[in-house]
């Protein structure tokens, strides 16, 4: 899962592995390692040279992104977290048959910070105790920016970029200012409608969770869609999408062309990626795909679970082959040799040193060994930020006799 809301399954079907992945023996060393908030985080993003925009349950959170002490109060320059609420409540049932509402907590998923502001993306209903819905524009004073035309219905939103003259949002919401979307729009910098890729409509069911923008000017949509027209789902449109929905017919990708047409040959050759993608993340040289997510692919004798590298052309790079993953990928980070993976995951093999976060060589896949470990943690994301890199998650993690929880920022030496 690359969070715990979404939709996607622990797989836990165990498949041969050709064993072509042994442990190198180059070890990944850890260096400067510093605890961040303690809140379970989703998401970061830099607010200026000296400070982290994090975010997560219960809204955002400032920390120094530096190795001295600051006066974060002097480093925002005036901003002032808001208050984020979710006032919208699940309905139990108790032992006794009554029926217990409980209150889900806001969470927020996608940050993008911008020259007038910050544009927030997640799972909330109200900011500072205004009425607002899994997207706001905050000014760079932390109000929310009242000349910003923007209205959710109906789901989250998990994905936030820019892209062309305005932003390109994705998620699971039904409607954008009163226009009927399918969890992706295309708005100017005022928040108005340029594209609502209507054509993504023969999807019974889309959830976007990341967006990528190719060189060429195609839109990479990662997350899971239900083609409607599919002849084997005999589904009514209303009916429950839960795990085994998406396990059994949801595909992973979708390409749009720069117009906004669906690219159909592209996305064709993206149709082994089956259930739920995560994250969709172009390499340094923008020349290779990394995919990640809960699915289990066999292509030539070999098995891909979770993370598989492609071509931008959309064939598959065979020489990329990461060790079997019971569990799910939700993020990678890539620097010059080696390549960090993370999410909610062990190794088929047992190895016992490796849980949710693990480090492999960046040209054929295979593991390396890595000071960092963790106990039981989800890790939502990976990222940089200046020199450093940004770990968050839900969960503990120790390098070497020194435990650090839920967020922390380390180099590699």
């Given at each position: ?25 180059q ?11 303690q ?8 607010f ?32 002032k ?6 006032q ?41 105790n ?5 997207f ?8 929310i ?59 019974m ?75 969709t ?22 098995f ?19 060790e ?90």
């Amino acid at each position: 899962m690359k969070y715990i809301f979404h939709l996607s399954t622990l797989m836990t079907i165990a498949i041969l592995f050709n064993g072509c992945n042994e442990s190198h023996n180059q070890a990944v060393e850890i260096d400067n390692v510093k605890q961040l908030s303690q809140k379970k985080s989703f998401t970061s993003t830099k607010f200026n040279n000296d400070l982290l925009l994090i975010g997560g349950t219960e809204g955002l959170s400032l920390v120094s992104n530096r190795d001295k002490k600051i006066d974060i109060q002097k480093m925002t320059l005036g901003f002032k977290i808001p208050k984020f609420l979710n006032q919208t409540t699940d309905t139990i049932i108790s032992k006794s048959d009554s029926n217990v509402s409980m209150v889900k907590k806001s969470e927020i998923y996608t940050i993008l910070k911008i020259e007038d502001g910050v544009l927030i993306g997640g799972n909330f209903t109200s900011v500072n105790n205004k009425k607002k819905k899994s997207f706001v524009k905050l000014t760079n004073t932390g109000e929310i920016d009242q000349e910003f035309s923007s209205e959710i219905k109906g789901g989250n939103v998990y994905k936030i970029i820019k892209y062309k003259k305005g932003y390109l949002i994705g998620g699971t919401f039904g409607l954008y200012n009163n226009v009927d979307t399918a969890g992706i729009v295309y708005i100017d910098k005022k928040g108005n409608i340029v594209n609502n890729f209507s054509n993504l409509k023969k999807y019974m069911y889309s959830e976007i969770n990341d967006i990528t923008v190719l060189a060429n000017g195609n839109i990479l949509l990662g997350g899971a869609f239900i083609n409607q027209e599919d002849s084997l789902l005999n589904l009514n449109p209303d009916s429950y999408i839960g795990d085994e929905t998406l396990e059994d017919y949801a595909h992973g990708i979708v390409v749009l062309k720069a117009d906004g047409e669906i690219d159909e040959d592209l996305t064709d050759k993206f149709s082994m990626i089956k259930n739920e993608v995560y994250s969709t993340t172009l390499s340094k040289n923008q020349n290779k795909l990394y995919i990640t997510g809960g699915f289990k692919i066999k292509k030539d004798n070999k098995f891909y679970t979770n993370i598989i590298r492609y071509d931008i052309s959309g064939d598959i790079d065979t020489t990329f082959q990461v060790e079997e993953l019971l569990g799910e990928v939700y993020s990678i980070y890539e620097d010059n040799e080696r390549i960090l993976i993370a999410g909610d995951f062990i190794p088929k093999d047992g190895n016992s040193n490796i849980r949710s976060i693990m480090a492999v060589n960046k040209i054929n896949g295979n593991t390396l060994k890595m000071d960092l470990t963790s106990d039981c943690a989800n890790i939502y994301q990976i990222n940089k930020a200046g020199k450093n890199i940004i770990i968050l998650g839900d969960g503990t993690f120790s390098v070497g006799s020194k435990d650090f929880i839920n967020n922390i920022s380390i180099n590699l030496k």
